[in-house]
């Protein structure tokens, strides 16, 4: 009778928790959390410490190839890159209090997707570094994603719509992999405005649910605010972060 309890035992599947690494995840780490609370394995790769891990920066060689080992281990890479550099918004034209906010492009379509000429001109040196160190960060994400992509596993990419990321060659050439878009509206997703947000990766689950925007929207929604103290406030600032709604969706079709 041990014997055949000892068989049986051996012949019981073990359970392994699935496991996520998430590049970029931001300082809260909301998509991870979600992860988590569904069962997941999750580490995480900053520029700053998260719920998860402590404080690492990924412009660190060292820092790199801990997560390139983490990620090749991983069910799913998520690289949800910071698009300080890579937003559309530096080229809106500001109204009322927010005029004297000194903003500039620093990209433009096509050739120009890595940075404008201009950056490479005197008193442009800060905002040549913060350009050149977002593309080093984004190449090397991009790579990661490959790898994912060609070893069959999960890889996904998060930006705004109207990203330059999308520009990058690589980020292209994962279309040209199998993988798709799911482009979704944030107020879609309990978001207060309709931000056009798109993941790409090769996991079609994410894309079953459409999030289109059936609302209606304050005109001036994205209209900058004065507060009280004199600060003027972006509402861009409030849609940096995933809604819980969206990261939970994402997390429970990740678990499909």
């Given at each position: 009778?041990?014997?055949?309890?000892?068989?049986?035992?051996?012949?019981?599947?073990?359970?392994?928790?699935?496991?996520?690494?998430?590049?970029?995840?931001?300082?809260?780490?909301?998509?991870?959390?979600?992860?988590?609370?569904?069962?997941?394995?999750?580490?995480?790769?900053?520029?700053?410490?998260?719920?998860?891990?402590?404080?690492?920066?990924?412009?660190d060689?060292?820092?790199?190839?801990?997560?390139?080992?983490?990620?090749?281990?991983?069910?799913?890479?998520?690289?949800?890159?910071?698009?300080?550099?890579?937003?559309?918004?530096?080229?809106?034209?500001?109204?009322g209090?927010?005029?004297?906010?000194?903003?500039?492009?620093?990209?433009?379509?096509?050739l120009?997707?890595?940075?404008?000429?201009?950056?490479?001109?005197?008193?442009?040196?800060?905002?040549?570094?913060?350009?050149?160190?977002?593309?080093?960060?984004?190449?090397?994400?991009?790579?990661?994603?490959?790898?994912?992509?060609?070893?069959?596993?999960?890889?996904?990419?998060?930006?705004?719509r109207?990203?330059?990321a999308w520009?990058?060659?690589?980020?292209?050439?994962?279309?040209?992999?199998?993988?798709?878009?799911?482009?979704?509206?944030?107020?879609?997703?309990?978001?207060?405005?309709?931000?056009?947000?798109?993941?790409?990766?090769n996991?079609?689950?994410?894309?079953?649910?459409?999030?289109?925007?059936?609302?209606?929207?304050?005109?001036?929604?994205?209209?900058?605010?004065?507060?009280?103290?004199?600060?003027v406030?972006?509402?861009?600032?409030?849609?940096?972060?995933?809604?819980?709604?969206?990261?939970?969706?994402?997390?429970?079709?990740?678990?499909?």
């Open positions: 009778m041990v014997e055949e309890s000892a068989q049986e035992a051996a012949q019981e599947p073990t359970f392994e928790f699935p496991t996520a690494v998430g590049l970029m995840s931001g300082v809260n780490a909301p998509l991870e959390l979600a992860l988590a609370w569904c069962g997941w394995k999750v580490r995480t790769y900053e520029l700053h410490g998260t719920p998860f891990d402590p404080p690492s920066d990924l412009r060689p060292e820092v790199r190839k801990r997560a390139e080992a983490d990620v090749e281990l991983a069910d799913v890479c998520t690289f949800q890159m910071d698009c300080s550099s890579l937003s559309r918004a530096r080229e809106v034209k500001l109204q209090p927010a005029k004297r906010i000194k903003s500039r492009p620093v990209r433009g379509d096509g120009h997707a890595r940075g404008l000429p201009r950056l490479h001109e005197k008193g442009a040196e800060k905002e040549l570094e913060m350009v050149t160190e977002a593309n080093d960060l984004l190449d090397w994400g991009l790579e990661q994603l490959h790898k994912k992509v060609d070893a069959k596993d999960g890889g996904l990419l998060e930006q705004p109207g990203s330059y520009q990058f060659k690589r980020a292209q050439e994962l279309l040209d992999k199998g993988c798709t878009d799911y482009d979704h509206m944030a107020c879609a997703h309990g978001g207060a405005r309709a931000k056009k947000q798109r993941w790409r990766g996991i079609p689950e994410v894309g079953a649910r459409r999030a289109d925007c059936h609302h209606v929207h304050s005109a001036d929604e994205w209209q900058p605010e004065r507060l009280p103290d004199g600060e406030k972006l509402q861009s600032r409030e849609e940096q972060e995933y809604t819980a709604h969206h990261v939970f969706y994402m997390a429970v079709q990740l678990s499909i």
